[in-house]
């Protein structure tokens, strides 16, 4: 157990819809980071929240966005939804500051878009 | 980020040491060698990291060589709970341009009973 966890863990949905995945990093971790993993593309860095700001951002798409909280769980918030969008979304953190600590995966949602 | 490139897959025998290279010849002096693996759909889950010096934690040994153009992953003594696969990632810690990790498509590794 990473410590870092995620919900809903599964989620079935419709094109053209809206869902919100939600990400509770490990305690004082103040990084949270969104990965997607589909068949086709791998594992791809979506976005990083450092303490509430954005601090780094990889191929998102425009119709995916991501705020963390003030009490530093994070959202992803997926619209529009398509069947491409069908993947598994993990969530990380680490601890702020300091590049080198390795990140803490969690659990991940799988999104399947019908 | 520098491009690693990692065998596909590779098969190891229960109790024996697996060794999963990487090569990574276009290494800046300032790059750090990650290893993530993934089992089956969980989230990745971190192993080590090195400079170039050679590390050790419980988990596994990293050993990389002295023009610091490849490295090897070994796992002592492997079990069938080790099957998974490997990332080997190559980056620049920095924490004002963000912490992302680059995963490219790693080294699936069997281990058989």
């Known amino acids: 157990d990473s410590g870092v966890t995620q919900t809903p863990k599964h989620l079935i949905t419709a094109t053209g819809q809206r869902v919100t995945l939600r990400c509770s990093p490990r305690s004082g971790d103040l990084s949270v980071y969104w990965y997607q993993q589909s068949l086709d593309q791998g594992l791809q860095f979506l976005i990083q929240y450092y303490n509430g700001e954005e601090r780094a951002k990889g191929n998102i798409l425009e119709r995916f966005s991501a705020q963390q909280f003030p009490d530093l769980h994070s959202e992803l918030n997926l619209s529009s939804l398509e069947l491409g969008d069908s993947a598994l979304y993990f969530c990380?953190?680490?601890?702020?500051?300091?590049?080198?600590?390795?990140?803490?995966f969690g659990p991940g949602t799988r999104l399947t878009v019908l | 980020d520098a491009k690693t490139t990692q065998p596909p897959s590779m098969d190891c025998a229960e109790g024996r040491a697996a060794n999963l290279p990487c090569n990574h010849s276009?290494?800046?002096?300032?790059?750090?060698v990650y290893w993530y693996r993934q089992i089956h759909s969980q989230g990745p889950q971190y192993i080590i990291h090195g400079l170039k010096n050679n590390e050790t934690n419980e988990m596994a040994s990293l050993i990389i060589t002295e023009d610091r153009k490849s490295s090897t992953l070994i796992l002592p003594h492997a079990t069938l709970r080790d099957t998974a696969v490997y990332y080997c990632?190559?980056?620049?810690?920095?924490?004002?341009?963000?912490?992302?990790?680059?995963f490219g498509g790693g080294t699936r590794v069997l281990v058989k009973p």
């Open positions: 990632i190559v980056r620049v810690p920095q924490a004002a341009a963000g912490n992302k990790l680059t």
């Open positions: 990380a953190s680490s601890s702020g500051g300091n590049s080198y600590n390795e990140q803490f």
């Open positions: 276009t290494i800046s002096g300032n790059e750090y």
